[in-house]
């Protein structure tokens, strides 16, 4: 052997390395191939075969550079090259080595979450933006798991963690708000002040689930009733889920293949001046047509819609609609159209709305958009700035059902709203209740004071006609008037 070395058969290594490596390298008459590492890091293939004559041949290649590619290849085929975690492979590989553990009395649990409200980082601020969002994401969740747990992304925005050595079900739930705290705190990203939250589904081994599919599909269920009831949360597995989101799942579903297929449609409701009887507006309202189950009324559908982000598509469609027919009105004969929430925070509203008024010819100062109290009190600075840009476009905007939220006198000096809807709730009890009809005064006092005007929502009876008139009300709304009808053929008297 030293006779070997000292031959120059192994170059580039030292006495010492020859000597560690001795007992890796063939000698005699049997052909092998070697492979050694050098203490700087480089790796020699040794090939050595012996020759005819009783002698023998070796040679040494460095394959240092091809083993480090090789490496990369192995890493990015279980590593998400984005954010550097474990992929969905990696993931399910040490799931099923947690499981293994899981038959001697251990207790693991996966957690899977996404990002809510994902896709508006996207839209809004473009995919760079949102990949470095991402990545933020995947550095704070390495931060609070332990090493023995494993976080992985398993795609988009959503990523999970397999939390083992459980004691109680407790740690669970200590590790799924370590998350939410973690990936809601403010974000800044290349400039941008970005707020995101999350919401967590947790699958418990082996009570939920006793091999790796099983558990992250029961987390996914579980992800799915968490993101139903609010965001921002977390909910373990529960026998049942599966049935209640199978069917959520189809309304989805329904609901989308509605949009393309042209089953929703808008019904009119008038609004009228009581003095003259003159219709002076109408509220477009949303029905859907389903092909079995025959018309659907708005509050069946739209909270989901809203929930599972289809009232942006949707309500661009009701603008469009909304404002094609009512062009065919007399001119003194505005639209009204409600907006939700997500469509009020939508940064394409105006454009949006821009678009569908130039498209049907329908002046700016026809159109009036209805929106609650709530949609004020998200982020009272960016709804200004939203409701001054409506403003400067022409648009008319109405708080709807005033009088049932919190109704701050603050958001009426700060918002020069054209008109305040006064809650049906009180409109209903105005002819019985000394105290609808004390708020009834009190607010068309306040309208009139403002230079606003006023419409009474839910009028039914002709007794409550006349008490609205006597309190100074002239614009009113209900089934005394007309029900929502459908155009054309069944088009209200608009």
Known sequence: M????????????????????????AIGNVPSDTEVELTNGKIFEIHHRPMPDGGWVATHEDITQRRRVEAKI???????????????????????????????GQMIAVHLFDLDHFKNVNDTLGHPIGDKLLQVVGERLKGIVRDRDAVARMGG???????????HLS?????????????????????????????????????????????????????????????????????GMDATVQVRRVLEADIRKALTSGEFELHYQPMVHKPSGRITGCEALLRWRHPQKGMIMPDAFIPFAEEIGLMIPLGEWVTREACKFAAQWPDSVKISINLS????????????????????GLSPER????????????NSEVALATFNRLRRIGIRIAIDDFGAGHSLLSDLQKFQFDNIKIDRSFVKDVAHSV?????????????????MGCTAEGVETEEQQAILFAEGCAEMQGYLFSAPLPPPSRSCSC
């Open 367 to 378: 159109l009036q958009l209805e929106i609650t109290e709530t949609v004020l009190l998200a």
């Open 157 to 167: 925005d959503e990523f999970a963690i397999v939390q083992t050595d459980l004691n």
């Open 171 to 239: 740690d669970a739930a200590l590790l799924a708000e370590r998350v939410i705290k973690a990936v809601s705190a403010p974000y800044e990203v290349s400039g941008h002040q970005i707020l995101i939250s999350t919401s967590v589904g947790i699958a418990i081994a082996p009570t939920d689930g006793e091999c790796g599919d099983e558990l992250l599909h029961n987390a996914d269920l579980a992800l799915y009733r968490s993101k139903a009831q609010g965001r921002g949360t977390y909910r373990f597995f529960e026998r």
């Open 435 to 451: 105290t609808s009809r004390s708020v009834v005064r009190a607010i068309v006092a306040m309208t009139n004071g403002l230079g």
């Open 2 to 25: 030293t006779l070997r070395y000292e031959a120059g058969s192994f170059p580039a290594m030292t006495m010492e390395e020859y000597y560690a490596a001795r007992n890796q390298v």
């Open 341 to 360: 929430p997500n469509q009020f925070r939508d940064p394409d509203l105006c454009q949006h709305l821009v678009t569908a008024l130039a498209a049907s």
């Open 74 to 104: 192995a890493h990015l085929a279980h590593h998400d090259a984005l954010t550097d975690l474990p992929n969905r492979v990696l993931l399910t590989g040490r799931l099923g080595e947690a499981l293994d553990r899981v038959l001697h």
